[in-house]
């Protein structure tokens, strides 16, 4: 295929600004798709993904389409809408020479609609302004137009406008593809290399890998080559997408598609990587890759001690299909056997944990996420910390470090003031302010990770009664006042809710950890101090009380049916607790760390 009539583009867009019903829309007005085949949202191809709205990894269709008497193909890039894969949706970007920006015409430039963007600009894209929703009665292109022309200094009066719902000027957006984003560059004479942008696993034919070709070709039989994974294999099928895997003979410079060689496992193929042949003249690898980051770190333990090596095996499935999660076993005196995960965000550990749920019945108590610390102490030894009980005691540290971010918040302007505070309230550094319109804002502050993870999204939900968006991209690590808090029951300490935050924030957090443990916990049939401190420093105290009456008591000693329910609703609730010490601590009360706000 000659490069100039191939056309490779993403979509960009805020969350439900309708990127997907634009992808199924141009998939029909090119007849990859017929509507009678065309199910909803073909693109979002994963149960969760439609359950939370939300296109979690990066897909890719091959679609032809005629535009003024030549044929073109047009390569659809579909990226992920969340910053937990910033560096899959990096990478995808790196593939395209152009991308649709999409706005909704009625909700405007969003959070996610300029982080998007600017990652977009940052690539060298051609970006084509795309007004979705018209059809809706509230629309408001104008405005809209000024907004991305106000914030994103782009040109919008070209803007299209287009109802992705009804189809309405679907196919001008199409030919702005063509007039608008360039053909790609590239020599199919030179040695092969691709951009590895996605991997699928299938049950039958092993890995599945995306490419995008930059230079030289691919033909089923070749011997190729993963430069950082350092791997060889014989390609076995290569195709295209369209969007079912359709087989082809060769690819070239400039094309998307798949290639297939017997590969067991995802862990081998790196998003980021290239690949080239394995004989003869090698390209050099394509810059910008790195290694998964994971941000993100929770415990995972069975409920049953007996469940153990399930839980392994569980874990060791998704991870087939998922090479950026990882785990490592880890003990808890309070939890037993269970596994450190670490994942590269808060929705990363959300899906994990929902396939882990739907795929297993093993009862599981998750303990609060946290960040990764970097700790220098003072013998000098650099560690990089996931559990906040491997954090040494505060004698023994010299210094500190968490993660910062850097956040933009997009909200209706009478909102500045609430959110001001709340990222003051979190110790937020004030970076910028800018008006998208006279009604809309946009804040830029630094923050921790941490913060962030906390509660940053729900505080931000409540306080614009639902009309704030943020988006967040990692800045690097920053010396922090940072404390463990450890919580004790009844003087034993819990190393499973012991936390890391700011030393100023400690008291506040204990006496909220405590509170929520005390009406978390049962009475037992002794008293039950709580209490959290800082190493020897006891910085709140909760006690409960005994109870003085056995739960039978109540039945009268009649009916007998009716004890047994009541002991069997025990047995119940006890598979749910672990004990502590004589004490029984139910599993909700391991994330009451988590949900005190
Ligand atoms: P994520 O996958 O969550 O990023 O969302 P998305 O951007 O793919 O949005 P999606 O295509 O799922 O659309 C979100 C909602 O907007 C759905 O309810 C669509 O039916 C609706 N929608 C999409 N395009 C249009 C349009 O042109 N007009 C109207 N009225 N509704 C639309």
Redesign the pocket.
């Known amino acids: 295929v000659d490069p100039q009539f191939i056309r490779n583009f993403s979509i960009v867009?805020h969350?439900?600004?309708?990127?997907?019903?634009l992808a199924d829309r141009l998939l029909e007005v090119t007849a990859t798709v017929s509507k009678r085949e065309m199910k909803e949202?073909l693109l979002?191809d994963m149960d969760l993904e439609r359950q939370r709205?939300?296109?979690i990894k990066a897909r890719a269709v091959s679609m032809l389409y005629v535009h003024e008497g030549q044929e073109y193909e047009l390569n659809l890039i579909d990226t992920p809408?969340h910053v937990d894969f910033q560096y899959e949706v990096s990478r995808s970007l790196i593939c395209c020479e152009g991308a649709l920006l999409l706005v909704d015409a009625f909700q405007g430039v969003e959070a996610q609609t300029v982080a998007n963007a600017y990652n977009a600009i940052e690539h060298d894209l051609e970006i084509v302004p795309v007004l979705?929703?018209i059809?809706?009665v509230h629309a408001r292109p104008d405005e809209v137009k000024e907004e991305i022309e106000q914030t994103l200094g782009l040109d919008a009066s070209e803007a299209i406008g287009c109802?992705?719902?009804t189809g309405l000027h679907c196919d001008q957006v199409l030919d702005a593809v063509i007039k608008r984003v360039p053909a790609p560059t590239g020599d199919p004479e030179a040695p092969l290399q691709a951009m590895v942008f996605d991997s699928v696993y299938d049950d039958y034919r092993g890995a599945i890998v995306y490419v995008r070709l930059m230079n030289g070709a691919i033909r089923k039989g070749d011997k190729i080559k993963f430069l950082q994974a350092g791997s060889t294999h014989d390609v076995v099928e290569i195709g295209q997408l369209a969007p079912a895997r359709t087989k082809r003979d060769r690819l070239s410079a400039g094309q998307v598609g798949y290639v297939i060689c017997n590969i067991k496992s995802l862990d081998m193929v790196h998003i980021g990587d290239t690949l080239t042949a394995a004989h003869g003249e090698q390209a050099e690898p394509l810059p910008g890759y790195e290694e998964p980051k994971r941000m993100v770190f929770c415990g995972l333990y069975p409920s049953d001690g007996q469940d153990f090596e399930e839980l392994r095996d569980a874990l060791s499935k998704l991870k087939v299909n998922d090479p950026s999660f990882v785990f490592e076993p880890e003990t808890s005196d309070a939890l037993g056997f269970g596994f450190r995960c670490g994942f590269l965000g808060l929705l990363h550990m959300e899906i994990v944990q929902q396939r882990l749920e739907g795929e297993s019945d093993i009862d599981l108590v998750q303990t609060a996420p946290n960040v990764t610390y970097r700790i220098t102490k003072k013998d000098g030894e650099e560690l990089e910390v996931h559990t906040p009980t491997r954090v040494p005691d505060q004698g023994e540290i010299e210094k500190f470090e968490q993660p910062i971010v850097r956040v933009s918040f997009v909200m209706p302007t009478e909102y500045i003031g609430g959110i001001m505070k709340l990222c003051a309230d979190r110790r937020g550094e004030f970076i910028r302010q800018e008006y998208l319109s006279p009604t809309r804002a946009m804040l830029v502050y630094d923050l921790a990770l941490a913060e962030v993870v906390y509660d940053m999204h729900d505080r931000l939900k409540s306080i614009t009664r639902g009309f704030g968006t943020m988006d967040y991209e990692i800045k690097g690590y920053e010396e922090g006042d940072l404390v463990r808090l450890d919580v004790l029951v009844k003087g034993d300490r819990v190393d499973a809710l012991s936390i890391v935050c700011d030393r100023r924030d400690a008291e506040t957090r204990g006496r909220a950890v405590i509170k929520k443990l005390k009406s978390e916990i049962p009475r037992h049939m002794f008293e039950v101090p709580l209490q959290a401190g800082i190493g020897t420093r006891i910085l709140a105290r909760e006690t409960i009380s005994a109870m003085r009456k056995n739960v039978t008591a109540k039945c009268y000693g009649g009916d007998i049916s009716r004890k047994r329910k009541l002991w069997e609703k025990q047995k119940e609730g006890k598979k749910r607790m672990k004990s502590i010490g004589q004490v029984d601590i139910p599993q909700k009360a391991f994330l009451a760390v988590l949900e005190t706000g």
């Open positions: 867009a969350i439900d600004h309708g990127k997907s019903t949202q979002d709205g939300i296109t809408g979705n929703k059809d809706l109802s992705a719902k």
